[in-house]
């Protein structure tokens, strides 16, 4: 089974610096998918970026990037120049990429991310 | 615009009595699916339906139903609500259950069971 653990509950940073979002993995699968996804205080689920395992180069979506060890299994998120819309909390998530998926997200606990002014 | 919308968005209710949670999306999705979130575990799956009258259980099925009678609609049903089933309620879609199909969630239904 496959397992994402976030161990940071908590995280606080200044507006304008840069923080990163921890994320670690347990499968053994070899072909399969990572996502952030955002949920700030509305509640509304919002992709953030995904990553192919089988691609090398880290995923990035404007202030949004990626740090994905395969061999590590770790798949961490950096937000550079952090505004105060990017208060919410952070998810990360699995799925298997071989065909017959079942479609199914396996969600990390969440990390709650807040940026002070 | 494109977006999947749920029905009711608030609910409080009492052991016993059955309700459905609608939820509809407007992008001619095949695949759908429902998650219920807790405090502390994050999303898990519930069931998934992959088109029309095909419908599978996700990781925690119990204690409830779905049909997927039309391509748009695919409603959760709690026929015997107990107070376990508490929590915040996502409907998603996307074109297929592959990780390249991105997944668009519902704005959340968040049921209490008295």
């Known amino acids: 089974a496959q397992t994402v653990t976030q161990s940071q509950p908590e995280m606080s940073v200044q507006e304008a610096e840069t923080v990163t979002l921890s994320c670690t993995y347990d499968?053994?699968?070899?072909?399969?998918?990572l996502f952030w996804y955002k949920q700030p205080p509305s509640r509304q689920m919002i992709l953030v970026i995904r990553?192919?395992?089988?691609?090398?180069q880290n995923a990035t979506e404007n202030r949004f990037s990626v740090n994905f060890q395969k061999a590590a299994k770790s798949f961490s998120l950096k937000i550079s120049d952090s505004q105060l819309g990017d208060t919410a909390m952070y998810f990360c998530?699995?799925?298997?990429?071989?065909?017959?998926?079942?479609?199914?997200?396996?969600f990390g606990k969440g990390t709650k991310l807040s940026v002070k002014p | 615009e494109a977006q999947v919308t749920q029905n009711p968005r608030y609910l409080i209710t009492v052991t016993g009595k059955k309700l459905t949670v609608t939820c509809s999306q407007n992008?001619?999705?095949?695949?759908m699916s429902w998650y219920r979130q807790d405090p502390g575990l994050g999303l898990r799956q519930i069931y998934y339906?992959?088109?029309?009258?095909?419908?599978d259980k996700g990781d925690v099925p119990e204690g409830y139903k779905v049909s997927r009678k039309e391509k748009r609609n695919f409603p959760l049903i709690l026929e015997s609500p107990s107070p376990n089933q508490t929590s915040l309620y996502f409907c998603?879609?996307?074109?297929?259950?592959?990780?390249?199909?991105?997944?668009?969630f519902g704005p959340g239904t968040r049921l209490t069971v008295l």
């Open positions: 499968t053994s699968e070899s072909n399969y998918y």
């Open positions: 990553q192919e395992a089988y691609k090398q």
């Open positions: 998530a699995f799925m298997k990429g071989t065909l017959g998926s079942q479609g199914n997200l396996i």
């Open positions: 992008m001619n999705h095949e695949y």
């Open positions: 998603a879609s996307s074109l297929g259950p592959r990780g390249a199909d991105t997944q668009y």
């Open positions: 339906s992959m088109n029309v009258e095909v419908t």
